[in-house]
């Protein structure tokens, strides 16, 4: 055996542990060696937003050990900060397998602590949870899931008081204390029935009510009764919300994916339940040919993304990607709240570094002010509080399929998210458009912006070295042109720093140190590197634009962009 491990196992086989995890750990030892080293290499880390892996036995896997000694230490967190007040912590999960096992583990420990735990009776969205941690004036929650990630996994995602993620100094000091629960004797298993409520359904009431009052223009879907659209939860928890806030929205033709509509942990007629990728909608595209459909959504297992297709000019349905949604989204929202006279100079919108720069030119055209944050929607939220009696938030988005409008969720939230897309889709059928057409209007106004993401998975104890080896040889090793465009501009997150080779000047990020960095270069282009924080991965995203003065030049244009892209990648040895 591996001498690194061996002190994690031997206290695994010989410690307070299930008959069960001893004989599996057993089994890895005598068929297979690698699996045991990879589950025992390293304690699974409680992240800035939770735990997220591979379920099994081990230090390195999602099980009742590892989300219990998370409960444990998130609840000495909030005994320790919130003394002498009685304290309610809501906690959801989604269809993955032991979802529901790890929920119920999480409400033993919180209860055994005395913490009152409002725990959802089914399956729910994690935006729903989000809406429950703030309607139930809770002072935390939890939401079991692993978003998109294949079926091996899951994840434990906690949640402050304001319905966000956690940030600093929550986030950090939650992690000290779950690093102190060394013990699993440490960790109180006994629930206190008492201290446990269900969740009925007045929350799920609660939160329709709130989508159904985002509506900007029930005229147009009064129009539009025989608006189609396909609607699939890929097997997960969306199919409890999404259907009903679309009939409230006013869509009466909402047509369900039966077979991916049955929540199933297995997740079987998909490769993986990431409505990011095209194959994920390859069942629900072909049902709307078949019915002729003007619109698909789809959700991912927790519904905090959705991924899209609808019609072109030529009736074919195609689709848009999350900085296509999320510019179509953020420009209808602020164009109608213009349209109302609901704007005052006093609003504003937030997006990722790694998001479309169109919707800062579309905020400043507007006049409302945009926020770049880091990577993770929970930067969007922290913002979101910040400014709480300050100035009223609209939306706010990300390029991985995430979008939130309004501030009553504090997560991305794909249930509203669908909703506002269907209602520009509605509008623009009453214009005779397309929602590819209003967004080549975007792009004719602002610029033809097109982006792509790069992913390179390096998986295991090797993984993460690898990963760490390519961000150390960027830094030391910049590139000072990127396909024979000069770099006119550095920005290091990890140290804070940006430098301008233009003005030969440094300048401050103002935000959290994260293992980001970002090339700026003359020809308007942007590349950003960072590893995963949820994967074994590091993620290159690319981002080009051009100005165009007429619509015949779309397709020439994103044929030309598409191109520079690619070169960027072959210039920088990426693959």
Not at 243 to 252: D, I, S, T, V, Y
Not at 526 to 549: D, L
Request: aromatic letters at 10%; hydrophobic letters at 35%.
């Amino acid at each position: 055996m591996d001498k690194k491990i061996k002190p994690n196992v031997d206290a695994w086989l010989h410690g307070n542990y299930d008959k069960e995890t001893k004989e599996e750990i057993k089994r890895l030892k005598k068929n297979n060696p690698d699996e045991l080293v990879d589950a025992f290499y390293k304690s699974l880390e409680f992240g800035t937003g939770g735990l997220r892996g591979i379920m099994g036995v081990g230090t390195n896997r999602m099980n009742k050990y590892t989300v219990g000694a998370a409960t444990q230490g998130l609840a000495n967190y909030l005994k320790a900060t919130y003394k002498n007040t009685k304290l309610k912590v809501a906690v959801a999960f989604d269809s993955r397998n032991n979802s529901a096992y790890f929920a119920n583990i999480t409400a033993d420990v919180l209860s055994a602590n005395r913490i009152e735990c409002f725990l959802f009776e089914e399956l729910r969205p994690t935006p729903l949870l989000s809406f429950a941690v703030r309607y139930l004036e809770c002072h935390a929650g939890v939401v079991i899931t692993a978003s998109h990630n294949p079926k091996e996994y899951n994840g434990y995602k906690a949640y402050w008081g304001d319905g966000g993620q956690l940030v600093p100094p929550h986030d950090n000091n939650v992690i000290n204390q779950v690093n102190k629960v060394k013990s699993i004797e440490k960790i109180r298993w006994e629930r206190k029935d008492a201290y446990v409520k269900i969740i009925g359904p007045e929350v799920d009431e609660a939160y329709l009510q709130s989508v159904e009052k985002l509506s900007l223009n029930q005229g147009a879907i009064s129009k539009c009764a025989d608006f189609k659209i396909v609607y699939t939860s890929l097997h997960g928890t969306g199919i409890t919300m999404v259907p009903k806030a679309l009939n409230r929205f006013g869509f009466q033709n909402v047509i369900l994916e039966e077979k991916q509509c049955v929540p199933d942990e297995n997740f079987p007629t998909v490769k993986s339940p990431n409505p990011e990728e095209k194959s994920a909608l390859e069942l629900s595209i072909k049902l709307a040919d078949e019915i002729d459909a003007d619109l698909v959504l789809a959700t991912d297992p927790d519904a905090d993304r959705v991924g899209i297709a609808a019609r072109n000019r030529k009736g074919e349905l195609i689709l848009f990607n999350g900085n296509m949604v999320a510019t179509m989204l953020t420009h209808y929202l602020l164009s109608e709240w213009q349209k109302q006279k609901k704007l005052s100079d006093n609003e504003f919108v937030v997006k990722t570094i790694v998001t479309t720069d169109i919707i800062n030119k579309i905020a400043l055209d507007f006049n409302v002010k945009c926020y770049d944050v880091l990577t993770g929607f929970k930067y969007i939220a922290e913002t979101i509080k910040l400014n709480d009696n300050k100035k009223k938030f609209i939306c706010g988005g990300e390029e991985s399929y995430g979008f939130l409008i309004d501030d009553f969720v504090r997560d991305k939230d794909a249930v509203s998210a669908c909703c506002l897309i269907a209602e520009i889709a509605a509008v623009m059928k009453n214009k005779g458009k397309t929602l590819q057409d209003y967004l080549n209007d975007i792009y004719l106004k602002y610029g033809f912006y097109k982006e792509e993401q790069l992913s390179i998975v390096k998986t295991g104890k090797n993984g993460l070295f690898e990963i760490s080896k390519m961000m150390t040889h960027l830094r030391e090793k910049f590139p000072k042109k990127i396909n024979k465009s000069k770099v006119v501009k550095i920005v290091d997150y990890f140290f804070g720093k940006g430098y301008d080779f233009e003005n030969s000047t440094f300048f401050d990020t103002n935000l959290p140190i994260s293992d980001v960095i970002q090339f700026f270069t003359a020809d308007g282009s942007k590349v950003t590197i960072r590893p995963s924080g949820t994967e074994p991965k590091i993620k290159f995203y690319f981002s080009v634009n051009e100005k165009i003065v007429s619509k015949e030049q779309y397709a020439d244009m994103e044929q030309l962009l598409a191109k520079r892209i690619e070169d960027i990648i072959v210039s920088l040895k990426f693959k």
